[in-house]
C-alpha cells in the first residue's frame, strides 16, 4: 500500500510539472518574415512578407509570399524572377518549381538557413540578410 501511494504521488507531481500546452508547430516562415518586416528599411504590404537571403559570390535573393509560402516568387541578383510552389519537406519551408529552381530553409536560433538550387542538382548555401536599422 505504502507503494502505491508513493507512485500515484510521485505520478502526480510529474503530470502537474509539464507544460499544458503541447508544442505546437510553429510555421518557420512566419516567424522569421515577422522578424524581417519589422526590421529591415522595405515598405512591406500587411499581407505580404518578404525575405532577403544571401549566398556565396555576392548573391543575393528575395522570396516574396502573399498566401503563408504556399506559392512565393523568388527573385535573383539578376531580376530572374522563378514562381514557386510549395514542397514536401521534412522540416522547415520548401519550395519549387517543374524547371528544377527550389530552395529549402529552416529557422536556426532566428536566423534563416538553407539552400537554394537555381539549377537543378546545384545547391547553393544561403542565409537570411537582417538589415540593421541606421540609429
Given amino acids: ?5 508513493t507512485a500515484t504521488l510521485l505520478t502526480i ?21 515577422a522578424t524581417t518586416a519589422q ?11 518578404v525575405i532577403h537571403f544571401t549566398g556565396p559570390q555576392d548573391l543575393s535573393l528575395e522570396l516574396k509570399t502573399k498566401d ?7 527573385t535573383d541578383d539578376s531580376d530572374r524572377v522563378y514562381e514557386l510552389k510549395r514542397a514536401v519537406s521534412g522540416s522547415g519551408v520548401r519550395l519549387a518549381n517543374d524547371q528544377g529552381v527550389s530552395i529549402h530553409f ?10 537554394v538550387e537555381l539549377v537543378k542538382d546545384k545547391p547553393i548555401e544561403i ?4 538589415a540593421d536599422k541606421a540609429k
Fill in 1 to 5: 500500500m505504502k507503494y502505491i501511494l
Fill in 13 to 33: 507531481a510529474l503530470v502537474g510539472c509539464t507544460d499544458k500546452k503541447a508544442p505546437s508547430e510553429q510555421n518557420v516562415a512566419t516567424e522569421a518574415t
Fill in 39 to 49: 526590421t529591415n528599411d522595405v515598405a512591406v504590404a500587411q499581407d505580404e512578407q
Fill in 68 to 74: 503563408n509560402f504556399e506559392t512565393a516568387q523568388l
Fill in 106 to 115: 529552416k529557422n536556426f536560433n532566428g536566423v534563416n538557413e538553407g539552400t
Fill in 127 to 130: 542565409k537570411e540578410f537582417i
